[in-house]
Nanobody, 125 residues
Framework: VQLQASGGGLAQAGDSLRLSCAFS????????VAWFRQAPEKEREFVSA????????FYADSVKGRFTISRDNAKNTVYLRMNSLKPEDTAVYYC???????????????????WGQGTQVTVSS
């Protein structure tokens, strides 16, 4: 399995961006995929996740109502639509995948087997 994150860039507060996570490998629809982010001098934090085989979604409180995660199983891609961006959303965003994860663990980075390389999102005020 390989993951390729893209779509980051520079934005102003209030703008929108859409991140993409392209999945290479078999059985994409059975994988749960998450987005994590890491700001300078901060720990990596959970942003959002979407389950495989059903597509239940999960969000961090800090992005709920502003970010939307979705998946296109035909394109082996997961998207993160980010609206109403804030300067505190500035971070490197990583996508991660797991073939077997329970809901109670979905926010834990250690539960994900595969990681993409990250894409930088910078939001100016």
């Amino acid at each position: 399995v390989q993951l390729q994150a893209s779509g980051g860039g520079l934005a102003q507060a209030g703008d929108s961006l859409r991140l993409s996570c392209a999945f290479s490998g078999r059985s994409f629809r059975s994988y749960s995929v998450a987005w994590f982010r890491q700001a300078p001098e901060k720990e990596r934090e959970f942003v959002s996740a979407i389950k495989g085989n059903g597509g239940s979604t999960f969000y961090a409180d800090s992005v709920k109502g502003r970010f939307t995660i979705s998946r296109d199983n035909a394109k082996n891609t997961v998207y993160l639509r980010m609206n109403s961006l804030k300067p505190e959303d500035t971070a490197v965003y990583y996508c991660a995948a797991s073939s077997s994860i329970i809901n109670s663990s979905i926010r834990l980075s250690a539960m994900y087997n595969y990681w993409g390389q990250g894409t930088q999102v910078t939001v100016s005020s």
